[in-house]
């Protein structure tokens, strides 16, 4: 596991807690409205996308090492 790849992990673990913060926050007033629920499925997407993002990364990284190229 390379430096990409540890950073990818903590990207994607920040994400997770900084969604979950937000989840709890919303529902801080004991009730969960129509807004709460799409800020969240919102929130859900960006990370996933985010999360995507990462992985791409990674494996163009991958694909830049010569050791990794076709002969």
Do not use: C, F
């Not at 494996?59 to 002969?71: I, K, L, S, T």
Request: charged share 45%.
């Amino acid at each position: 596991m390379g430096y990409e790849d540890t950073k990818a992990d903590v990207k994607e673990t920040m994400r997770d807690v900084d969604n979950k913060a937000k989840e709890t926050w919303r529902k801080a007033d004991g009730q969960e409205s129509l807004s709460d629920k799409v800020a969240n499925a919102g929130d859900d997407i960006r990370d996933a996308l985010g999360n995507a993002g990462d992985e791409i990364n990674r494996h163009r990284d991958d694909m830049d090492d010569p050791a990794n190229r076709p002969v």
